[in-house]
Nanobody, 113 residues
Framework: VQLQASGGGLAQAGGSLRLSCVAS????????VAWHRQAPGKLREVVAG??????NYLDSVKGRFSIARDNAKNTLTLQMNSLKPEDTAVYYC?????????WGQGTQVTVSS
């Protein structure tokens, strides 16, 4: 399985970006699909995920970010609104099936103040 992420870039505080992740396999087969991020000097954290139909968000992004899965296009998206400088990180898409998991290559998101 390959995951191809795109959509990162530079945004000003208060702006928006939309990340996309295209899977080479049927995205419906995964137990969990999610977006993670890792800022410099920090641990990787789960930003948003969909597990067996249930959606969860990191507290700091609730109300600003929205994760969605398009089964027909095998695509996972993350709509990020009201961006803050602390959202600056490399964002990774992730898919899990049982004990196996796959990662996208990461896409840089930089938010300027």
């Amino acid at each position: 399985v390959q995951l191809q992420a795109s959509g990162g870039g530079l945004a000003q505080a208060g702006g928006s970006l939309r990340l996309s992740c295209v899977a080479s396999a049927n995205i419906e087969r995964f137990d969990t699909v999610a977006w993670h991020r890792q800022a410099p000097g920090k641990l990787r954290e789960v930003v948003a995920g969909i597990t067996l139909g249930n959606t969860n968000y990191l507290d700091s992004v609730k109300g600003r970010f929205s994760i969605a899965r398009d089964n027909a296009k095998n695509t996972l998206t993350l709509q990020m609104n009201s961006l803050k400088p602390e959202d600056t990180a490399v964002y990774y898409c992730n898919a899990r099936l049982g004990v196996r998991e796959w990662w996208g290559q990461g896409t840089q998101v930089t938010v300027s103040s």
